[in-house]
């Protein structure tokens, strides 16, 4: 993974996270970029296997589970080590150079652990039992949002799926749709509104072996094929009354930057899909001799310009990626805004410098046998994640046009 200098060699060694007194500290995690091209390695060894086979990445999850990183995010209260803006962008992007369905399995479940860090909703001796239990097995978590009538949620709507009490607890029921890593969850925090003229709204847990939650497979992707995004359907499933802490519609503020800070290691994990393109790329170049030419395409001006061609799209997406958040993690004011067309600008790049690579090679290119045909579908799904380019657009340029209106109306 290619990083500034500058922050390459300002990452300290791991150590044990000083806790508040009486937390015992979590084992540390090496996150150092040795540590994380290891496992980066390991996750390509089987990432070609579990993107024909659609199967859930047991062996690649396990993988991340082993090296730690699935305790990344956990706050100091809970003995854990936390995460920072940069350090998503370097995990996630070495996770998704090796399988990006695994990168982002694991990126919900971190990113879970930072807003319990944040702005804690669990119960604490259930969470507590959450960070005990990762230390034995991968726990999986994630945020079950999206519904097949109301698509993404983040353009706003309320979830059609019900959360009703009753005298022992809560009961959900509802269909969401796009559920990553469904068949590998511990825990769903699903999305559900209670039926009041002012709904309770919010995220209430539901364990994974609790009756009545039914995963539908009906994932066949262009690409992340291996990331296990099921419909899933809870049919009046029970959890005790302690699991559920929405607010009003009427009090629901949005929220502050410290999602954004990390989540852009989400769209980092595509800089790793499009670094591992351009290393298929530029071995290819040194194997390949045609007949006529004699030697390696990599000695001809022709492909050293297409190197070059794909080496400037991804220094700038990393720029982009490593600039802005330097800038949240410094409290920059600028920062939150910048992160919003940050998503876009490093889309482009990553996905112009796949399709580079795919122009200039031609029919091997587009092989099955061939790695680059599966990263060209994977750096793809960057733009379904939010926020999509239109919806940054459209926020950018609220934002720059409010700040340059006069004073005075003109008439």
Known sequence: MTAPTELATSIPQPTAPAGPAGVEPLPAIDISDEALARVGATLASTAEKYDRSGEFPWAGVQAVHDAGLLRLGIDARYGGQGLS???SVRVFEALGKGDPSVALISSMTVFQH???GRAPFWPDELYRRVVADSLTRPVLLN???AEPELGAPVRGGLPATKIRRTADGW?????KGFATSSEGLSY?????ATEEDDPLIGHVIVPAEAEGIEIVRTWDHFGLRASSTHDVLYHDVVVPESYFRGERLSAQVPPDSTFAAVGLGATALYIGVARAAQDFFLRFAHERVPTALGRPIATTESIQTIAGEIEAQLTAAEEIA???ARRLETGDPSGLGRVVVAKPLIARAAISAVQT????????ALTRHNPLERHLRDVHCVRVHPPQEDSALLAAGRRTLA????ETPTP
Request: aromatic share 6%.
């Open 171 to 175: 009961v959900v029921r509802g269909h």
């Open 85 to 87: 803006a940069t350090d």
């Open 322 to 324: 490593f600039g802005v």
């Open 357 to 364: 690579a795919v122009a200039a090679l031609g029919n091997p």
């Open 143 to 145: 945020a079950i949002r």
């Open 114 to 116: 930072v807003m319990q």
């Open 188 to 192: 769903h925090l699903v999305w559900v």
């Open 403 to 406: 700040a340059a209106a006069p």
